[in-house]
């Protein structure tokens, strides 16, 4: 069946770092993917997707690229804010229902 | 504006006794979803349903119950089967078959004592 794979957290970071947050996935098909961000008690909000192989979805200066020859959809941002402290959820969608990663939560430091 | 609501955001309730969480949505939508989360885990898939009148059992069915009479609404009853029901939960829409991603809800806090 289909799955998504995320990377453990928690991911610590300082103010302005680097972030990057892996995903791979299996799929039949060619699925559509999906980055999913909930802030502390709050729903989960659709961060960015990518509907097609060398798609790049972005948003909020988050970019993350289908890549099908690797079946990965990595999450990045150039520097990061102390606002985007949350948890992450990779997601695909091949059929009628979503699959979701177990998230990651970002911990970003001033 | 459209979305999807649930209500309340906090419900606190005694051992024993069943509660019903609200979820409604305005946007059209075909398809609603229940999911549970406990803390500091991913989501787990409840019930759904695709189309009115009609709904599936997902992952974690047992001690939950849902109904589907309109299209608007898919509330949720917790029920006193539940062998552990205090968890946050989660409320979801799309719009039908196609590769659309899910809308949530801001979700309901239960804590059952």
């Known amino acids: 069946g289909d799955s998504v794979t995320q990377m453990e957290g928690p991911v610590t970071l300082s103010e302005e770092a680097f972030l990057t947050i892996n995903c791979t996935y299996t799929?039949?098909?060619?699925?559509?993917l999906f980055w999913y961000v909930q802030y502390p008690g709050e729903g989960l909000q659709l961060l960015l997707k990518a509907t097609k192989a060398d798609d790049k979805g972005s948003n909020k200066g988050f970019e993350a690229t289908y890549r099908k020859e690797t079946t990965s959809f990595h999450l990045e941002k150039g520097s990061v804010q102390v606002s985007d402290s949350a948890v992450y959820f990779c997601a695909l969608i091949a059929g009628n229902m979503l699959t979701f990663g177990g998230g990651t939560r970002l911990m970003v430091k001033p | 504006d459209g979305g999807i609501t649930q209500s309340p955001k906090y419900l606190f309730r005694k051992e024993g006794q069943n509660v019903t969480l609200s979820c409604e949505q305005n946007l059209n939508h075909d398809a609603m979803y229940w999911y549970r989360q406990d803390p500091g885990q991913g989501l787990r898939l409840i019930y759904y349903s695709q189309i009115v009148n009609d709904f599936q059992k997902g992952d974690i069915a047992e001690g939950y119950s849902v109904s589907r009479e309109k299209k608007e609404s898919f509330p949720l009853t917790v029920t006193s089967a539940q062998k552990n029901p205090t968890a946050f939960y989660l409320c979801?829409?799309?719009?039908?078959?196609?590769?659309?991603?899910?809308?949530f809800g801001p979700g309901t806090r239960l804590t059952v004592t």
């Open positions: 979801a829409s799309r719009p039908g078959t196609g590769l659309y991603e899910q809308y």
């Open positions: 799929a039949t098909g060619y699925p559509s």
